[in-house]
């Protein structure tokens, strides 16, 4: 078992409707010293890839995304779901529905900080239906930039979006997979990785 699936275990809680609230430690109130040891692990299983740009969404990757690219010394760029009056120039939008609020969000990302010379890691804190990914994929694409893998610190192995990333053949690596959670007992089952 390792780092992150252990401070789940501990302090993760279990909702009905296949929630996982890390809301203590992951994506509301954030423990820096955890996205440290998640940044280090992602430099370790990246580190063969040529990277000089990370790519997430707002809001709660943002806080994992820019502690990674310490550990890359590259700058991050975040999709953001509404165009504000500081938005200006071309911009790449991609439309990505949320399992976290059941809603679509059209993303947007400036024209001028993603091109074609650029080999992105996207990072995320949750991978469930995969949408969210296929959204920042899309914006890559249309920059003609390069996709260099995809970093996720919890994925639920149990919803489809981990098979429909890998599927299309980028490295993708969770650092904690869920297999299965039961709210009644808060129980969490974890894949068993190789590494």
């Known amino acids: 078992m ?19 609230k890390v809301d203590s430690f992951l994506n509301h109130q954030m423990d820096i010293a955890l996205f440290n040891e998640i940044g280090k692990e992602f430099k ?6 040529k990277i000089n740009k990370i790519l997430t969404i ?30 200006e120039g071309e911009m790449y939008v991609a439309e990505v529905e949320s399992f976290t ?9 400036a024209q001028k900080f993603l091109g074609e ?5 996207i990072i995320d804190d949750f991978l469930a239906n995969g ?7 899309q914006i890559v694409q249309s920059a003609k930039a390069t996709v260099e893998g995809i ?20 490295q993708l690596e969770s650092l904690a997979i869920v297999e299965r959670m039961d709210s009644t007992t808060g129980e969490i089952e974890f894949r068993v990785q190789e590494g």
């Open 2 to 20: 390792n780092f992150l699936e252990e401070r789940i275990l501990k302090d993760g809680i279990v909702k009905d409707g296949n929630v996982l």
């Open 44 to 49: 370790k299983r990246f580190k063969g890839n």
């Open 58 to 87: 707002e809001a709660s990757g943002i806080g994992i995304a820019c502690i990674v690219a310490q550990h890359f010394d590259v700058p991050v760029v975040f999709a953001k779901k509404a165009k504000s009056i500081n938005l």
């Open 101 to 109: 609020h059941n809603c679509k969000n059209q993303v947007i990302v």
């Open 117 to 121: 010379k650029d080999h992105v890691l």
């Open 131 to 137: 949408c969210a990914l296929q959204g920042l994929i």
């Open 151 to 170: 970093g996720i610190a919890v994925e639920k192995g149990f919803q489809p979006g981990g098979r429909i990333i890998r599927n299309l053949g980028i």
